[in-house]
């Protein structure tokens, strides 16, 4: 059957509201279940309800069952049992809002009138039930002695009860999710032993290979069933677990298990999957002598062992992640030949793990390579330029030796400008790509390079892995590049617009051969649990190549910066037009690249680079995280440098000690990450920041101002200004910036986006500048005399109406001591003419009779105007001229001071003044 789309209705007590038309619960709820209009009925208008039940204690026949029912009547609502299994609670935990169950706490009160009691033919009483409630029995078991005549009976000869519920689905061509395919497919495996118990039927496995076909899932199957062992199974399962041995391999834990099994008749898999699950290894093998031989049981977790492979080796076979194997003797069996067998796994078991970490993981993408007859002098510039230690000296793509510092130091010591051939440690020491850092290891410990190329099957040079590279990566504690996947989180936070459109850009960089990311701050959001909808996406290649690709397949148009290897694809209008405002105008395309600086301060010289090169330049570790897009690598979590251990930590660290001497910039970004997410700068690093500290004052006022803006833009931009004073950042800029506890106070209390209506209106600027960020300036520095603040103002070369802002707010705190006791018309006198956010930013300053008078200023006394204007003196035959504004001001005065307080009044001092 199609199933449509549900409307969900909390019954829980967390929240009490109806969830809407949706997939999934909006709240939190001890259960919900989906309803039919019917079904909604009987829940308004006291219709009595039908209800599903099962056994207690139920095991996944069980649970399963009361589903299949459920989806064969979903008027019915599925009660779970008060007593579960424990495997039950912790799939349900997993994955119980997939599903429809209701806890009976959060049964309507109301009459019950039908039954379907599942894989059981005990009924649990409910209140609601009555002697005219039908009941009807669906179980595999045959029909029980004395069950009441009236109770309608289903007898289902097959293995489990959930089988019949399946082919009854089936039927209606029903669609399910994987994770409810499971559900269904664990009921059959858990009375059928998995298809191994002499009760199964075709029936059964008809319908797991149904399931199968829907989606479900086997690992999560092998995961949740949790078979007895018999007594004599427990005795040989104690013997394994205590002769259990582990070796790493290559990385990989690899547990080895040897016991006596003579006269056990069940089977070993049982005792195999137990010590698994208790064990936990990458892979187990277990060996027991029994009557027939040694019996070779293996079972994997990970995709990097295949026993089928290594059973293979013993006659055995099976399939990557669980296989066998008999090992008959010549005669009796004997613990020889156990310990042979056991002898010989250990020696071919290296050749069939492959590495947790290979060369691929931790090397560096399309490496620099030396021509031959490369002068010493130009390697140098090189070496200088790109921080490295060495190069491999190429030939017709093949490797002829490494050249390292050491070596052209010295030959330019003695001043002799020598080729990388005459220079270089001659030799052809290669790694492969999936090779094990053991391997890498090795080679770098025989040939002493500490550069080792990495080649590709045909010997072409496709990377380079440095001795820094495997020592960060065999340090106890250090990360290791990560592959883990976050697709699901980046589904989840972006729309479905945004993410289609995310997907198309990764298609077409996988049809180029291109390897697309995103990576920064994007990443670090994501994991955060604060995503937004800004981020780039980077190339490993050409990001004009593809951006014209897309134009040209799509629509729209591109430009593209050469040197930078930049480009916008600019989406067709169509296809803006065509959705919501998630879509952005246009698409940002960056080639990963490189950068080296010219000198302390500068801003950076980039060349193409590989992702792990661009990750590299980037401030913290925090923000080196990328994930890639294209292909099947769709949100796979790349960390090269040690963001995600970083980022778990709450650590703020940079990449190399040159960080801050390359861009003191980033000493205020760290104080800026480190007080938005509450995290701590790293010892080593406010080390280094205070031993860059003076190089601050080197950078131009525009760097420094946008840091602040920035900073500004905050909402804890007071504790981040407070960090940079406690740190003495603020003092090593020239003009020292002030800070002290009453300019955080002031910020902390008044800086916000809520400026009250009545001072500025919404959405007000100063100059284009924006509200907040202006607001932020003129509270921070309105109290400095003109003397002090002017120095500030040019350096940081703030904008003309900021700066004029800034000098009037400055005057009015120096004369506001002069204003005391002065009448309104002074007040209005002295403020008309200074821009709005000055006086309200003095207003927050101030206290007591000048706070109140700035705010009568702002609300009221700005906004009084005589009823006499130009016309009227004209009326009266007052040639136009400066008495006009003379005249206008007194009348407006005398109205702001009480003088005058009616129009009559304003007439009779009018033709007072122009009398006199």
């Given at each position: 059957m199609t199933k449509v789309t549900s409307l969900f209705f909390c019954t829980g007590k967390t929240c009490g509201r109806a969830g809407g038309y949706d997939a999934r619960p909006k709240c939190s709820m001890r259960?919900?279940?989906?309803?039919?209009?019917?079904?909604?009925?009987?829940?308004?208008?006291?219709?009595?309800?039908?209800?599903?039940?099962?056994h207690e204690q139920a095991d996944f026949d069980a649970l399963a069952s009361l589903f299949g029912?459920?989806?064969?009547?979903?008027?019915?609502?599925?009660?779970?049992?008060?007593?579960?299994?424990?495997?039950?609670?912790?799939?349900l935990t997993l994955y119980g809002a997939e599903f429809p169950f209701v806890d009976p706490r959060d049964l309507p009160q109301k009459s019950i009138e039908r039954v379907t009691l599942v894989d059981t033919q005990s009924l649990v009483t409910l209140k609601g039930m009555g002697d005219t409630t039908e009941v009807h029995v669906i179980d595999h078991h045959p029909r029980r002695a004395g069950l009441p005549d009236t109770w309608q009976f289903t007898y289902a000869p097959t293995g489990a009860t959930t089988t019949v519920l399946v082919e009854a689905m089936q039927a209606h061509n029903g669609h399910l999710s994987m994770i409810q395919a499971t559900l269904l497919l664990l009921g059959i495996y858990e009375d059928t032993g998995a298809l191994t118990y002499a009760s199964t039927t075709s029936r059964d496995v008809r319908a797991a290979a149904y399931l199968l076909e829907l989606g479900a899932s086997l690992q999560i199957a092998v995961d949740f069933l949790n078979p007895p062992l018999s007594p004599d199974q427990r005795q040989i399962y104690e013997k394994l677990a205590s002769s259990a041995e582990t070796y790493e391999i290559a990385g990989r834990r690899i547990v080895i298990a040897c016991a006596d099994a003579t006269g056990l008749s069940e089977e070993i898999s049982t005792l195999a999957h137990k010590l698994r699950d208790l064990l936990d290894p990458d892979a187990l093998f277990v060996l027991v002598r029994t009557d027939d031989g040694v019996r070779l049981v293996a079972r994997s977790t990970t995709d990097q062992i295949d026993v089928a492979a290594i059973a293979a080796q013993f006659g055995g076979g099976g399939h990557d992640r669980a296989a066998a194997a008999l090992l008959r003797p010549d005669k009796e069996p004997s613990d020889d030949l156990l310990m042979e067998t056991r002898a010989r796994l250990l020696e071919i078991l290296p050749r069939f793990v492959r590495p947790l970490v290979t060369v691929a993981q931790i090397m560096s993408n399309k490496p620099r390579l030396l021509d031959p007859e490369t002068p010493a002098q130009e390697v140098a510039r090189l070496m200088q330029r790109y921080g490295y230690e060495g190069f491999p000296v190429v030939k017709d793509g093949r490797v002829l030796g490494l050249l390292t510092r050491r070596a052209v130091d010295r030959a330019l010591a003695h001043k002799l400008n020598l080729t990388a051939a005459s220079l270089m440690e001659a030799g052809s020491v290669t790694v492969r790509p999936e090779d094990?850092?053991?391997?890498?290891?090795?080679?770098?410990t025989d040939s002493g390079w500490g550069q080792i190329p990495v080649v590709d099957e045909s010997g072409a040079v496709i990377g380079i892995v440095t001795r820094t590279d495997l020592l960060k990566t065999l340090s106890p504690g250090k990360h290791r590049p990560s592959r883990r996947s976050l697709a699901s989180k980046l589904e989840g936070a972006l729309p479905p617009e945004r993410l289609a459109l995310t997907r198309l850009v990764a298609a077409e960089a996988e049809a180029q051969g291109l390897a697309v990311y995103v990576v920064g701050g994007f990443v670090r959001d994501l994991l955060l649990g604060r995503p937004s909808l800004d981020f780039d996406i980077v190339v490993e290649g050409d990001a004009i190549l593809l951006a014209r690709a897309l134009s040209a397949k799509h629509g729209g148009r591109f430009t593209s910066h050469t040197r930078f290897g930049t480009a916008k694809w600019f989406l067709p209008a169509d296809l803006i037009d065509s959705q919501s405002s998630n879509l952005p105008a246009f698409v940002d395309l960056i080639s990963a690249r490189q950068e080296y600086y010219e000198r302390p301060t500068a801003l950076p010289t980039v060349e193409r680079g590989s992702i792990k090169l661009d990750l590299h330049r980037r401030d913290f570790t925090i923000n080196t995280l990328a994930l890639r897009l294209d292909g099947r690598h769709f949100g796979e979590l790349?960390?090269?440098?040690?963001?995600?251990?970083?980022?778990?930590?709450?650590?703020?660290?940079?990449?190399?000690?040159?960080?801050?001497?390359?861009?003191?910039t980033r000493m205020i970004r760290a104080v800026r990450f480190e007080q938005r997410f509450g995290f701590q700068i790293e010892d080593r690093t406010l080390q280094l920041m205070d031993e860059a500290r003076p190089l601050l004052d080197r950078l131009t006022s525009e760097r420094i101002r946008h840091e602040f803006d920035l900073i500004l833009d905050e909402p804890n931009a007071p504790a981040m200004l407070s960090r940079l004073s406690d740190l003495h950042l603020l003092a090593a800029l020239k003009p020292n910036l002030p800070w002290n506890a009453t300019i955080r106070a002031r910020l902390e209390k008044h800086l916000s986006d809520s400026i009250p209506n009545e001072w500025l209106g919404s959405g007000w600027t100063l100059g284009g500048l924006p509200s907040r960020r202006a607001l932020g300036y003129l509270l921070w520095l309105l109290d400095q005399?003109?003397?002090?603040?002017n120095p500030v103002i040019n350096r940081l070369r703030l904008t003309a109406p900021l700066a004029r802002a800034l000098r009037l707010a400055s005057i009015l705190w120096a004369d506001l001591p002069s204003l005391a006791g002065a009448p309104p018309?002074?007040?209005?006198?002295?403020?008309?003419?200074?821009p709005l956010p000055a006086v309200y930013a003095v207003y927050c300053a101030a206290e007591g009779e000048a706070r109140t008078n700035l705010e009568k200023y702002a609300r009221?006394?700005?906004?009084?105007?005589?009823?006499?204007?130009?016309?009227v003196l004209q009326s009266l035959g007052l040639p136009p001229g400066p008495a006009y504004q003379n005249l206008l001001r007194r009348l407006l005065y005398a109205r702001l001071d009480g003088e005058v307080v009616s129009d009559a009044d304003e007439e009779a001092l009018l033709k007072r003044l122009l009398s006199e």
């Open positions: 259960f919900l279940y989906p309803s039919s209009t019917v079904q909604m009925a009987k829940f308004i208008y006291n219709i009595p309800m039908d209800v599903i039940l099962t029912a459920y989806l064969l009547d979903e008027k019915a609502l599925p009660v779970l049992p008060r007593r579960m299994n424990r495997n039950l609670r912790a799939f094990s850092l053991e391997t890498l290891q090795a080679r770098m790349y960390d090269y440098w040690g963001g995600l251990a970083d980022l778990e930590r709450g650590l703020v660290r940079v990449l190399h000690s040159l960080s801050f001497v390359d861009d003191p005399p003109l003397a002090a603040l018309s002074t007040w209005v006198g002295r403020l008309d003419g200074i009221t006394w700005r906004h009084v105007q005589p009823r006499t204007d130009g016309h």
